[in-house]
């Protein structure tokens, strides 16, 4: 499809290296990895190599890998799995305010039907949580505490290498959501004793609807899909062997490439930052200056609503989002913008642009040509 994709934080597309490595697995090796016969076998090992990829990317044991539909599965997993496995008294867990809704809501659902408690963890204007107030809110009732690695609208980077200690002092178990972060920023589960930790394969050039959660060893979770054997007991149904073996792949490929692509895109990302706040008067950066991923930049644009510059900007081809992709459409401003302490006008003039492999110098400039008219207009017709 013709156009400038600035969307790389709502999917990616599959990389030409993991569609490669996927079509056998849709076409001849079709084989159930729960067979026992050669057809099985066959799948079985590759579903394993995969397993050890993904595992490589975040330095894991590869038994520490469950398979999933996505992120948003390994999430739930994560939160509703440890606390169905919780045997002791501990009936409290602890969530930032800018989670995913793929950790709020499971939070909310645990809250309502279990009745456990559940408290929600501020951050400052930048977005960042502060590990002194998690330490004033974690107790000998905490089951688990779930802080995401980057933020989807800001690329806010939280400080998990602390969080994951104060939890480890306490004993609770520690869930972080790294969907934004894998295969952009550094992720070692040996220098960060995470309790748990999700990853999604369209967010790093793989197919949609597969994921992983990982689970340290020795960390009880409750499978929450229920009718097979599968993943060691954690997680029912047979695999989705192709994406798997995107996942796999494209894993490998991040884990070689992550840093020079973070080099780039952060090139690129600063130069459209700087353009941006030089050339269209009263723009801001939503998020932290320097713990931020290298390939995302939020601004407001006071005056205009972010949907309209979306909007706008897609006439010319040019794709960005107006926050995160799943609930852009509602009139609602975004969760983390306003938990950040902005104003309901403020946080509505939010937009996001996330860069990815293929983002070229020349998309960055096409964009920083249209984009200061497209406000200009869009705000003198806010004025008639
Ligand atoms: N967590 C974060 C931070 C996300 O950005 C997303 C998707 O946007 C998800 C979870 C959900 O992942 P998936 O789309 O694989 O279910």
Redesign the pocket.
């Known amino acids: 499809m013709p156009g400038i994709y600035l969307d790389h934080?709502?999917?990616t597309p599959v990389r030409e290296e993991v569609f490669a490595a996927m079509e056998p697995y849709l076409r001849t090796h079709f084989g159930n990895p729960g067979s026992i016969h050669r057809f099985g076998r066959e799948t079985r090992r590759t579903v394993d190599d995969a397993r050890e990829q993904v595992a490589a990317l975040i330095h894991a044991d590869p038994r520490e890998i469950v398979f999933t539909?996505?992120?948003?599965?390994?999430?739930n997993l994560a939160l509703r799995g440890t606390v169905a496995a919780c045997k002791t008294k501990r009936r409290k867990v602890i969530v930032s305010s800018v989670?995913?809704h793929?950790?709020l809501q499971p939070a909310e659902y645990l809250s309502k039907t279990d009745g456990i408690e559940v408290r929600v963890l501020g951050v400052d204007a930048e977005g960042l949580v502060d590990v002194d107030e998690l330490a004033s809110l974690i107790d000998e009732e905490t089951a688990l505490v779930s802080v995401?690695h980057?933020?989807?609208e800001t690329g806010a980077i939280q400080p998990i290498e602390p969080i994951a200690s104060l939890c480890a002092q306490h004993g609770v178990h520690f869930h972080t959501?790294a969907?934004?972060s894998a295969g952009k920023i550094l992720l070692d589960v040996r220098a960060t004793p995470v309790s748990l930790l999700?990853l999604?394969?369209?967010?790093l050039y793989a197919p949609?609807?597969v994921?992983a959660c990982y689970v340290r060893k020795g960390v009880d979770i409750v499978a929450q899909m229920l009718g097979g054997f599968q993943e060691r007991e954690r997680r029912a149904g047979t695999e989705n062997v192709a994406g798997i073996v995107g996942f796999g792949k494209a894993c490998e490929l991040a884990r070689r490439e992550w840093q020079p692509m973070a080099a780039r895109t952060s090139r690129l990302r600063d130069a459209l930052q700087a353009g941006i706040l030089e050339r269209i008067p009263d723009t801001y950066v939503n998020g932290p200056s320097v713990k931020r991923l290298p390939n995302l930049l939020n601004v407001g644009i006071s005056g205009v609503e972010g949907e309209s510059v979306v909007l706008g900007l897609d006439v010319e081809k040019i794709a960005v989002s107006s926050g995160?992709?799943?609930t852009s459409g509602s009139l609602e401003p975004s969760h983390v913008l306003l938990a950040m302490g902005q104003s309901h006008a403020r946080a509505q003039s939010a937009m996001r642009f996330s860069l990815g492999i293929g983002t070229t110098e020349a998309e960055i400039d096409c964009v920083l040509e249209v984009l200061p008219p497209l406000v200009e207009r869009l705000r003198a017709g806010a004025r008639t």
């Not at 999604?200 to 967010?203: A, F």
């Open positions: 934080s709502a999917t539909s996505g992120g948003t599965e390994a999430d989670e995913h793929a950790v995401m980057a933020n989807n959501d969907v934004q999700a999604s394969g369209h967010k949609k609807g994921g995160a992709a799943c």
